[in-house]
T-cell receptor
């Protein structure tokens, strides 16, 4: 089946930029998503990018997509302690099923 | 933005009883809803996909008779865990996808913690 890989942990200092990376294997991906999950809570959609784009910026968030290498990244500028959470990368297949394939999540820890 | 609401957020039930979790799309019509299960410190595992008015499609290894999914309207899907056992204790999350033209955006509910004692 399709696979989405993420590093499990990332630690940054408050005020620095965070970059969370994700790789995927699905050649027919149409959309790629970033979700944030705080402890004990559901998933919050942060942003998504259509597969024919290579960059999307939304306030402090920048998504970069390298479709050739199947590499997606999420950059959080001026990281704050409130950004500490688990970030999931997810891939929407173009096969028509509309099922998301998730990575295991990257736990971002922000050091004050 | 679109909101998906799950209820209850936490539920404790006795072993052998059934418990129902509701998933509602509050400001859009959800043609497709998904149910996930999340074990501690792990990613989400898709359990089933439900389309309004039709039977749910279950993932391999998920017992359809144990996890009953109903998607009777475009704004409501329910997951019923029947004859619950302690190993069913988990975090259950639903997600909903709007109709065509809504950008293929998929929104998640807040999740429901189920504890079976």
């Amino acid at each position: 089946g399709e696979d989405v890989e993420q590093s499990l942990f990332l630690s940054v200092r408050e005020g620095d930029s965070s970059v969370i990376n994700c790789t995927y294997t699905d050649s027919s991906s149409t959309y790629l998503y970033w979700y944030k999950q705080e402890p004990g809570a559901g998933l919050q959609l942060l942003t998504y990018i259509f597969s024919n784009m290579d960059m999307k910026q939304d306030q402090r968030l920048t998504v970069l997509l390298n479709k050739k290498d199947k590499h997606l990244s999420l950059r959080i500028a001026d990281t704050q302690t409130g950004d500490s959470a688990i970030y999931f990368c997810a891939d929407l297949s173009g096969a028509g099923s509309y099922q998301l394939t998730f990575g295991k999540g990257t736990k971002l820890s922000v050091i004050p | 933005g679109a909101v998906v609401s799950q209820h209850p957020s936490r539920v404790i039930c006795k072993s052998g009883t059934s418990v129902k979790i509701e998933c509602r799309s509050l400001d859009f019509q959800a043609t497709t809803m998904f149910w996930y299960r999340q074990f501690p410190k792990q990613s989400l595992m898709l359990m089933a996909t439900s389309n309004e008015g039709s039977k749910a499609t279950y993932e391999q290894g998920v017992e359809k008779d144990k996890f009953l999914i109903n998607h009777a309207s475009l704004t409501l899907s329910t997951l019923t865990v029947t004859s619950a056992h302690p190993e069913d204790s988990s975090f259950y999350i639903c997600s909903a996808r709007g109709a065509q033209g809504s950008g293929n955006t998929i929104y998640f509910g807040e999740g429901s913690w189920l504890t079976v004692v």
